[in-house]
T-cell receptor
């Protein structure tokens, strides 16, 4: 079956620090990969996605590259801001309705 | 509205009672999903609708859970004889295609 493993949090960083949140996956077929973000008190929002190997998704300064050889989709940002504090979920979908399989989420806290 | 709307936003119910949770997807989105977010289990897929039919009900945890969708639009998730372990945030999402799912704010269910 499909599964997603992401690093446990919480992750606490100072503003302008470099961020990496690791995500690896196991899937049948060729999945699409996603990062979703949940800001405090808000619903899940799509942050970025990649649909095939070597694709790079990017949005709001965040990037993630679909690495088939390592089955990974690590999230990176060069300089985090306090406003990036949120819970980040890695997810994948395969055929058959495109339902999402999520990782457990990583809480990020950015301090001044 | 422009987004996925869920109601109620919060529901407190007594153990053994039935509850209904409602989801209004984005107009024109053919796919609709229900997920559950709980502390112990993370984000779990429950059921997927394409139009009014549910080709994938594999995530429903027991026969106390059921869902329907009418007119290719509104969906209702019903939990019969609620138990304390049903306490969670129930999320609905809709999608027009394979690209991304748009999530509602969720219904927080507390069974006392």
């Amino acid at each position: 079956g499909n599964s997603v493993t992401q690093m446990e949090g919480p992750v606490t960083l100072s503003e302008e620090a470099f961020l990496t949140i690791n995500c690896t996956y196991t899937a049948t077929g060729y999945p699409s990969l996603f990062w979703y973000v949940q800001y405090p008190g808000e619903g899940l929002q799509l942050l970025l996605k990649a649909t095939k190997a070597d694709d790079k998704g990017s949005n709001k300064g965040f990037e993630a590259t679909y690495r088939k050889e390592t089955t990974s989709f690590h999230l990176e940002k060069g300089s985090v801001q306090v406003s990036d504090s949120a819970v980040y979920f890695c997810a994948l979908s395969t055929g058959g309705g495109n339902k999402l399989t999520f990782g457990t989420g990583t809480q990020l806290k950015v301090e001044l | 509205g422009a987004g996925v709307s869920q109601s109620p936003s919060n529901k407190v119910t007594e153990k053994g009672k039935d509850v209904e949770l409602r989801c209004d997807p984005i107009s024109g989105h053919t796919a609709l999903y229900w997920y559950r977010q709980s502390l112990g289990q993370g984000l779990e897929f429950l059921i997927y609708f394409q139009g009014n039919s549910a080709p994938d009900k594999s995530g429903l945890p027991s026969d106390r859970f059921s869902a329907e969708r009418t007119g290719g639009s509104v969906s209702t998730l019903t939990i019969q004889r609620t138990q304390q372990e049903d306490s969670a945030v129930y999320l609905c999402a809709s999608s027009p295609d394979w690209a991304q799912a748009f999530f509602g704010q969720g219904t927080r269910l507390t069974v006392v």
